[in-house]
């Protein structure tokens, strides 16, 4: 690939478990489960050999899609968009990275972005390849996000994420709810909906818990702060959904929205972020520098 070529690559692949689906091909399969990127793309990709088995054997786009079978895929960009939006790095040490994300950046290669992500823009800033988040925020969603630097001291840290040993705290600008009495809890079970990438409250043993606090109550719009005990996709959005004051500018819920105005930001922002370090044992606080604003 010349450097004038419009297709830009990432350089590592990606790697996709293939879930349950009745699709009769690979390349149909693809295509349902990635809507935003044309189906030509896709095309294109198995043409070259860009989607492969997990032994690096190129597949054919008429290859069954076959449940739990892993494939490798090289991600590519025609013409990608440029997020005009800034991140900022909070904290850098030895072990870890604390960047501010914009709304709109993705975290890392996603739908039609490859290299205007977040870990792409750190990776290039720092010269560090070994950069890899923590965890995840919407694309949609600003503020905090969390890098380990090297991997000798990665698992340590997705420890504390996994045993819910992180303290996490949101801000979100959403209609009042003066009938209700604050702080509460909700809890609820969240499973995959329709479309395939909204999540739904249905009933059954819950599997999401998140503590909401109202931090100024002037006029029809409020500010809250959320706290995800648990962290299920989108929980802070369903849940806010679920108590009728969906976060200003979601455009999945309560309702999708197909006609939603584009470049209106999700007012989420991941305000904070507090754990005891694995090795020191030392409080370590981190604030985002971003706020909401009507």
């Not at 900022?88 to 290299?115: C, N, S």
């Amino acid at each position: 690939m010349s450097p004038s070529d419009p297709i830009l690559a990432t350089p590592a692949p990606s790697r996709l478990q293939l879930p349950p689906g009745n699709w009769p091909s690979l390349l149909d399969g693809l295509c349902a489960r990635f809507p935003r990127i044309d189906r030509a793309q896709w095309v294109g990709r198995f043409a070259r050999g860009r989607v492969q088995d997990a032994q690096g054997r190129a597949l054919a786009p008429d290859h069954p899609w076959q449940v739990g079978l892993e494939i490798v895929y090289f991600r590519e960009v025609a013409d990608e968009p440029v997020i005009p939006f800034a991140e900022a790095i909070v904290h850098q040490d030895a072990e870890l990275l604390v960047a501010d994300k914009p709304h709109f950046l993705p975290v890392t290669p996603a739908g039609g972005y490859v290299r205007e992500t977040l870990l792409a823009r750190l990776v290039a800033r720092t010269g560090n390849p070994d950069l890899v988040p923590l965890h995840r925020l919407d694309r949609l969603t600003a503020g905090l996000v969390l890098f380990s630097t090297r991997p000798a001291s990665r698992d340590a840290y997705q420890r504390l994420f996994r045993e819910r040993r992180i303290e996490k705290a949101y801000e979100a600008l959403a209609p009042a709810l003066p009938s209700l009495a604050f702080p509460l809890e909700r809890h609820t079970r969240l499973l995959p909906g329709e479309p395939f990438f909204r999540m739904a409250e249905v009933p059954g043993e819950p599997n999401a818990r998140t503590r909401i606090e109202v931090i100024e109550r002037t006029g029809p719009v409020w500010r809250y702060r959320l706290h995800p005990v648990s962290g299920r996709k989108h929980q802070l959005r369903v849940h806010m959904a679920g108590l009728g004051a969906p976060i200003l500018g979601d455009d999945l819920y309560p309702e999708l929205l197909a006609d939603a105005p584009a470049g209106v930001p999700l007012q989420l922002l991941a305000k904070e972020l507090a754990f005891d370090d694995p090795f020191t044992g030392e409080r370590r606080t981190f604030s985002s520098g971003l706020s909401l604003h009507l």
